[in-house]
């Protein structure tokens, strides 16, 4: 059971609370087709609190969603209708294609350009979706939850692999996901992977986006449920109450790894929930970046002059269109969320500005974004506050997830907004009056009236250190 409250109906929707109460609706469905006495008083009792922070927090619109426990109990719509009586609000049961299809969709709205299968592990049921950018082609859903597998197989997780084989031989859609990713969506699924991410010392806690190579999701997994949990190291990360579930969640995991033969297993933290409220958008919200329209939002909540971050997005196009230095499409949507946070830790103290700009960019609630992505737009804010002589300042943490390639490009975007913030002072309407491009071999800026005066040494300083980055002449040009 869950309650997310969100900010508002947006392409990148922010929580603004959260609370979860593991009930156990499921536990008993699969043997005797019944939701369990006290799973539904622990239910009927974390409904009523949700309500009444609900009416506390003044939420305008409730929406109600009930998975497999609730559609396959006998009592089932009993349930549904005192639920309904409690929340004050219509809840809709899913059906197994109509809950596949909305995780699908909250993967699609939070990852950028998803090619792969979306698994959805609940404690009742997988949904399995196959999605490619916005295309979804139709899910199937399978009694392989936690709950289920542990219901079914009286608690014995020999009995469990069984019944998990048996049913994923026959999904022929998870033969179309050999070299392309699986979407692992759901609480259980993103408690192994917190397992894994400790276990491993990974620098970077932010679950959505985790990235593990499905050989070693194929190890850990088979290790996961061959084991005692209680025995693993760093099981103290994992809820108590998540833990017996573990095992059943690292088989289904270690089957459709080996049948699927994926590339890798990228953890979403978006589901069912932000499916949903992606399908309540207009079309045109829909085409939104998330990633832009979040850092957008910080932008206008953090900086200076929201203005001219938009307006470095076109001064530092300008750059690098002239320069020649190579950019992908995701290379340049990161360079634009990266101007659009540029600016967000003015408020600190000079010595700290970096060191908070990172902390914020490196641990946001961003989505559509992976960790080395994460990286670039961190450094690159860093960079631009701290200068190119701080790597001894930078944490090496979050330097692992740097490659060579992505170092440079912060370094070289870095560079360029130390100009552009020198030449502005963060003020609106100066940088389209103040082009900076390159010419044959010369990087040239130019300072048109009224702005010839902002000509000096150290503008010409830092105009000095972005040319060395790329290899040109530095120039200022007055006019």
């Not at 305008?60 to 929340?87: P, S, Y």
């Not at 939070?110 to 916005?134: A, F, K």
């Not at 985790?210 to 103290?236: M, N, Q």
Request: positive net charge; contains cysteine.
């Amino acid at each position: 059971m869950r309650l997310v409250v969100y900010e508002g109906l947006t392409r990148s929707p922010t929580p603004i609370f959260n609370e979860k109460v593991l009930a156990g609706l499921g536990r008993e469905v699969q043997s005797k087709r019944l939701l369990a006495d006290d799973a539904i008083a622990k239910a009927v009792d974390a409904l009523a609190r949700f309500r009444a922070l609900c009416d506390l927090m003044r939420v305008k619109r409730v929406l109600g969603l009930a998975t497999a426990a609730c559609r396959d109990a006998k009592n089932g719509a009993a349930f549904i209708t005192r639920a309904e009586r409690i929340c004050r609000t219509r809840i809709e049961v899913l059906s197994g294609k109509r809950e596949a299809q909305l995780s699908a969709l909250g993967v699609i709205s939070g990852m950028y350009r998803p090619d792969g299968i979306v698994g959805d592990l609940g404690g009742g049921s997988i949904e399995l979706s196959d999605i490619y950018d916005t295309r979804i082609k139709p899910g199937v859903t399978l009694p392989l939850g936690g709950l289920a597998l542990a219901d079914l197989s009286s608690k014995s997780l020999k009995k469990a692999e069984k019944i998990v084989e048996d049913a994923l031989e026959n999904v022929p859609m998870l033969k179309g996901c050999r070299g392309r990713s699986f979407y692992a969506v759901g609480g259980t699924w993103r408690a192994l992977a917190r397992l894994h991410m400790w276990q491993t010392g990974y620098p970077l806690h932010v679950m959505h986006g985790y990235v593990i190579r499905a050989k070693d999701a194929l190890e850990f997994s088979r290790l996961v449920h061959r084991v005692d949990p209680e025995t693993l190291s760093r099981i103290e990360v994992v809820n108590d109450a998540r833990r017996p579930l573990l095992g059943y969640a690292a088989l289904v995991l270690e089957h459709i790894v080996r049948i699927a033969e994926p590339k890798d297993i990228v953890l979403s933290v978006l589901g069912v929930r932000e499916g949903l409220l992606y399908s309540l958008l207009d079309a045109k919200t829909r085409k939104q970046d998330p990633l832009i329209a979040a850092a957008q939002d910080l932008n206008v909540l953090r900086s200076r002059s929201p203005q001219h971050g938009e307006e470095l997005i076109d001064w530092t196009d300008r750059f690098m269109t002239s320069s020649g230095i190579e950019e992908e499409a995701n290379e340049k949507r990161l360079r634009h969320a990266a101007c659009l946070l540029a600016d967000i830790g003015w408020r600190a103290h000079p010595d700290y500005r970096g060191e908070q700009s990172l902390n914020i960019i490196a641990h946001a609630g961003f989505v559509a974004l992976g960790h080395h992505g994460r990286a670039f737009l961190a450094l690159s804010v860093f960079f631009r506050h701290m200068g190119l002589v701080a790597d001894d300042e930078l944490s090496p943490r979050l330097r692992e997830l740097a490659s060579t390639r992505i170092l440079d490009r912060a370094r070289v975007l870095g560079a360029a907004m130390r100009v552009a913030y020198l030449v502005s002072a963060a003020m609106p309407r100066v940088l389209p009056k103040t082009p900076m491009r390159v010419e044959k071999s010369k990087l040239v800026l130019r300072l048109q009236s009224p702005y010839a005066a902002l000509a000096g040494e150290r503008l010409f300083s830092r105009l000095k250190q972005l040319a060395r980055l790329i290899g040109r002449e530095p120039v200022i040009v007055t006019e």
